[in-house]
């Protein structure tokens, strides 16, 4: 598996971006903030068949889109990680002093998708090599971070990170730093869902994030859902 990410990194990396995340919330967060959003891409489920992978690589509008689309992905929440403060605010996160980053928590059926996977979609998806920025987001909060559940989530991240920058997929070092799960708190109501629900008012979703999307869909194929 890693041999074939490894040849094809560069094929989903990277999209030209006019706009920031932090524009576009300004747009509509008034539109979303009463209304309850889903951040379900699947129905029901047992928790306990069920694992758990944390990631960061950007504004989570972004990767919570992409990781909706994984065929044995159940849930998808956007939320911050990482940090020193409790329940931060999506504005204490922005100030960039709480020390979190923006994140999609991902429940999954280890029966479908594997870690292994979610991993190589991960460092497909985005830039790993840019300190604290992806495109025009830029901010601590925009860390390119795996937060392990476990020491096997730990060891298998340190290990592809490792064997990525050996391989020379990257024309730069990776940055992804690889950290303990700590204090996260999932984002506010009008994060949830984002681009299935402002995908058609937003121009960060038409620019940023529906690009990205056509490139998962080309790479990933085969491990999209199937309805």
Not at 79 to 88: D, E, Q, S
Request: aromatic share 14%; glycine share 6%.
């Amino acid at each position: 598996m890693w041999s074939k990410l490894i040849l094809s990194i560069s094929v989903a990396i990277g999209s030209f971006q006019l706009f920031s995340c932090t524009t576009g919330e300004s747009k509509n967060r008034t539109m979303n903030d009463n209304s309850k959003l889903s951040a379900f891409a699947g129905g029901s489920f047992n928790e306990a068949e069920t694992d758990t992978a944390t990631f960061g690589a950007g504004c989570f509008w972004c990767v919570e889109a992409i990781f909706q689309q994984v065929d044995g992905v159940l849930k998808v929440s956007s939320g911050y990680c990482g940090g020193h403060v409790i329940n931060p605010t999506y504005e204490e996160v922005c100030s960039k002093t709480t020390g979190h980053a923006e994140v999609v928590q991902i429940v999954f059926d280890p029966k479908k998708v594997s870690f292994d996977e979610l991993l190589e979609i991960f460092w497909q998806t985005h830039d790993p090599t840019t300190l604290n920025r992806q495109g025009n987001d830029s901010g601590p909060q925009y860390r390119s971070s795996v937060f392990y559940h476990n020491a096997e989530q730990k060891a298998k991240a340190e290990k592809y990170k490792a064997e990525l920058d050996k391989s020379g997929a990257f024309d730069k070092p990776i940055v992804t730093t690889i950290e303990a799960y700590r204090n996260y708190s999932e984002a506010e109501n009008y994060h949830q869902n984002y681009y299935n629900m402002n995908k058609n008012s937003n121009p960060y979703c038409y620019y940023v994030i529906k690009p990205k999307l056509e490139k998962f869909e080309k790479v990933f194929k085969n491990k999209m859902r199937k309805n």
